[in-house]
């Protein structure tokens, strides 16, 4: 796994993590225990203040002052404080259904609905890019087609070439002649029924290297690398030959496996002609 896939899959689970973490918070406001004050209604509420505004009323009596003290102790007795109600109170009990639903907790139960939607949706993301044959995209195997067919398709009348571009593998299919095929190619499991599978990106910088008739092979135009028409390395700062992909035919059908990417060493000696005609961009110096 590439350090890419590694970030983006770190980023992706900091992301379900936090997701996780917001959504328990919110589970637990919703479920948790509410305030007394969220529990019942507004007219309850009120009914209940009085308990806080009873009043104490009483009176002390006090001896009158500039009298003669004498030794005796007398005992004073306090009147009873009289408690006096302010308001009637009333206490109106209420089941959970008849409270129904806070506003706090509709806006708790709208978040978490909210974060286990995305936490789903992120989920199902992530596994399909860390397993992409699950979805049958670029990753998985592709079906280019009846080998019969692309044989006859990829082959012009004068025995050139002509390339049958596979948008969902991101592949040209070309014709090859398996017994003319370098030896680095061998046992790779890169060329099936005649068939050859080359990945569309050029493997200097990653630009899609389009097919030049004229000189009968792979041309870029960023660089101006050049490969021959099964992908060998001709010219230009390309590191390598084109990558290509391991193939396979099943019932005529020719097969290719594009989460298999094969790459090989610029060949010492290529198995096709090139260029057999005018290039399609200026000649560029072969480095190295
Ligand atoms: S990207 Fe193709 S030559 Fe640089």
Not at 118 to 133: D, N, T, Y
Not at 176 to 196: P, T, W
Not at 223 to 233: L, P, T
Request: charged residues 20%.
């Amino acid at each position: 796994m590439s350090s890419q896939t590694l970030i983006l899959v770190a980023v992706a689970g900091v992301a379900l993590l936090a997701a996780l973490g917001a959504f328990a918070i919110a589970w637990r406001r919703s479920t948790g225990e509410t305030s007394w004050r969220s529990a019942v209604s507004r007219e309850t509420q009120k009914a209940d203040r009085p308990a806080r505004e009873l009043v104490k009323v009483g009176t002390v009596e006090q001896a009158p002052p500039e009298q003669e003290v004498t030794e005796e102790v007398v005992e004073v007795e306090e009147a009873e404080p009289e408690l006096v109600l302010a308001h009637e109170q009333r206490v109106v009990e209420v089941s959970p259904e008849e409270a129904g639903v806070s506003r706090r907790q509709f806006f708790n139960r709208a978040l978490g609905a909210t974060f286990g939607s995305f936490v789903a949706v992120l989920g199902i993301e992530l596994l399909a890019f860390m397993w992409p044959k699950l979805k049958g995209g670029f990753g998985a195997s592709i079906d280019a087609g009846a080998v019969s067919d692309l044989l006859i398709a990829t082959r012009a009348t004068d025995g050139g070439t002509i390339p049958a571009f596979i948008p969902e593998a991101r592949a040209y299919v070309v014709p090859v002649n398996e017994s003319n095929l370098s030896h680095q190619f061998e046992g790779r499991g890169v060329a099936a029924g005649g068939l050859m599978a080359l990945y569309q990106r050029c493997v200097h910088l990653g630009c899609r290297v389009p097919w030049c008739a004229t000189s009968q092979g792979f041309e870029c135009p960023c660089h101006g690398s050049k490969y021959d028409s099964i992908g060998e390395y001709a010219n230009g700062p390309a590191p390598r030959n084109l990558d290509r992909f391991t193939v396979e035919v099943v019932d005529d059908r020719f097969i290719i496996n594009t989460g298999d990417i094969i790459q090989t060493p610029r060949a010492p000696s290529r198995s096709v002609e090139y260029p057999q005609g005018p290039s399609c961009i200026a000649v560029v110096v072969e480095e190295n």
